[in-house]
């Protein structure tokens, strides 16, 4: 089992900017990407961003290139989500997901609230 704990969101005015943590604990077999998702009110739930184990390639949402940028610090079994030039358009629910080789090493972090307001 793993579990993913999210932090950092809040409360940001438009063109601020926020970096969301999410920290893992448990096994790390299996994982080969860690990835953050968004779901913002009535929409469905999107891709924003991931970065693969073995290389640290990342890749990101057409939405997002450029303003967000992923990390990982494997000593601390951490990624980080930096988010820049934040717009009322981001303004969602953010989870981490570990991407399993398979569906069984597949986990979700509880989500953590992003909201771009002035």
């Known amino acids: 089992q793993v579990r993913l704990v999210e932090s950092g969101g809040g409360l940001v005015q438009p063109g601020g900017s926020l970096r969301l943590s999410c920290t893992a604990s448990g096994f790390t077999y299996g994982r080969a990407a860690m990835s953050w998702y968004r779901q913002a009110p009535g929409k469905e739930r999107e891709l924003v961003a991931s970065?693969?184990?073995?290389?640290?390639?990342?890749g990101y949402a057409d939405s997002v290139k450029g303003r967000f940028t992923i990390s990982r610090d494997d000593a601390k079994d951490t990624v980080y989500l930096q988010m820049n030039a934040l717009a009322s358009e981001d303004t969602a629910v953010y989870y981490c997901?570990?991407?399993?080789?398979?569906?069984?090493?597949?986990?979700w972090g509880q989500g953590t609230q992003v909201v771009v307001s002035s």
């Open positions: 997901a570990q991407e399993g080789t398979g569906p069984e090493y597949d986990f």
């Open positions: 970065i693969m184990i073995t290389n640290g390639r990342a």
